[in-house]
T-cell receptor, first 115, second 111 residues
Framework: NAGVMQNPRHLVRRRGQEARLRCSPMKGHSHVYWYRQLPEEGLKFMVYLQKENIIDESGMPKERFSAEFPKEGPSILRIQQVVRGDSAAYFC?????????????FGPGTRLTVL | GESVGLHLPTLSVQEGDNSIINCAYSNSASDYFIWYKQESGKGPQFIIDIRSNMDKRQGQRVTVLLNKTVKHLSLQIAATQPGDSAVYFCAEAQVGGKLIFGQGTELSVKP
């Protein structure tokens, strides 16, 4: 049973370009969470999605960032017009159900570098 | 506001010794906490969790203690091994499942 998969593992973009990060949850999981980790810091919640729905985007910047989890295919975190401050590791986690007591399984992350 | 934080950013222990990593949280309504281990270049890996109706939970070589009176969590690792070297995060689960992470403690095990 494959774990959470993320790609690409490393992504380099120049300022102003777009970054697309993909996350395939574990088989049977329909809940996806995205987190951002700056160097030497803990992970910060960005957005929580279920299939075709955004449930909680309270941690997502209002501009340039968007996320989706279509009926078919992976969840996508999209960053438009990237700036140097967007450089970070982006992790996604999946869970089989919505619950504050349900374990989340993390992917290996995408490390975004903005030049 | 809500926050989860760790007391010490780094911890160095001798191989074979026990390690204790501490964490404070501020939301007294929280009822589910998790410890994660993160090795360099990897995603967080679940270690152990505890619900607020418990004070202690044990796993293989790890124990989590929860003191709700002072809103404090600790992770104890018995007989620490070089493979335990990593950054350890405590996390607090909120409604809907989103996790609030602490800053992290880097554990270094000396042979």
């Amino acid at each position: 049973n494959a774990g959470v998969m993320q790609n690409p593992r490393h992504l380099v973009r120049r300022r102003g370009q777009e970054a697309r990060l993909r996350c395939s949850p574990m088989k049977g999981h329909s809940h996806v969470y995205w987190y951002r980790q700056l160097p030497e810091e803990g992970l910060k919640f960005m957005v929580y999605l279920q299939k075709e729905n955004i449930i909680d985007e309270s941690g997502m910047p209002k501009e340039r960032f968007s996320a989706e989890f279509p009926k078919e295919g992976p969840s996508i975190l999209r960053i438009q017009q990237v700036v140097r401050g967007d450089s970070a590791a982006y992790f996604c986690a999946s869970s089989p159900r919505e619950s504050a007591t349900s374990e989340q399984f993390f992917g290996p992350g995408t490390r975004l570098t903005v030049l | 506001g809500e926050s989860v934080g760790l007391h010490l950013p780094t911890l160095s222990v001798q191989e074979g010794d026990n390690s204790i990593i501490n964490c404070a949280y501020s939301n007294s309504a929280s009822d589910y906490f998790i410890w994660y281990k993160q090795e360099s270049g990897k995603g967080p890996q679940f270690i152990i969790d505890i619900r607020s109706n418990m004070d202690k939970r044990q796993g293989q070589r790890v124990t989590v203690l929860l003191n709700k009176t002072v809103k404090h969590l600790s992770l104890q690792i018995a007989a620490t091994q070089p493979g335990d070297s990593a950054v350890y995060f405590c996390a607090e689960a909120q409604v809907g499942g989103k996790l609030i992470f602490g800053q992290g403690t880097e554990l270094s095990v000396k042979p």
